[in-house]
């Protein structure tokens, strides 16, 4: 939204025109734009000035407020990503316990974890393609009736 115009009496016709006002209306500034982009501030108290190291000239209240609101506003953006990097991280994460213990023994370097029905070794490799599954209403009576007889 632009700043708002201060209206002008034109009842009695207007006399002169100044071109600042046309700039103004149209959203031009007043004040001609430097080359520099003024990243080395310094903000000097007792002179109550603030000035650019770089180029050695004086910079206005607003762009020096303008260009540290940009920095805190960047800096926010980059936390908000990585907040939602690590949010979207910790949901992929690994929650079950059958997991995290399967999990902790393939990163035994010496060891491998065993298959609870036919003490083979299950490797990383076995399940990186996907894994065969089954209905557990089906494995469930199976054990059932095996541990039966």
Known sequence: MSAPIEPQNYIYGVNVVQIEDLRVSRGLTRRPTSSCKHRKL???????????????????????FEGLVSMFSAA?????????????????????????VMDEAWRS???????????????????????????????????KRASDK
Do not use: M
């Open 109 to 143: 370097t010496k060891t491998a974890p065993l298959c609870p029905h036919c003490n083979t070794a299950i490797l990383p490799d076995d399940v990186v393609g996907g894994v065969a599954k089954a209905s557990k209403a089906l494995v469930l009576a199976a054990r």
């Open 76 to 100: 926010a953006g980059r936390i908000k990503r990585r907040e939602a990097e690590l949010a979207e991280a910790e949901q992929f994460q690994a929650r079950s316990r059958a997991a995290k």
């Open 42 to 64: 310094v903000y000097d108290h007792n002179e109550r000035r603030i000035w650019c190291s770089d180029c050695e000239t004086e910079v206005e209240a607003f762009d020096a």
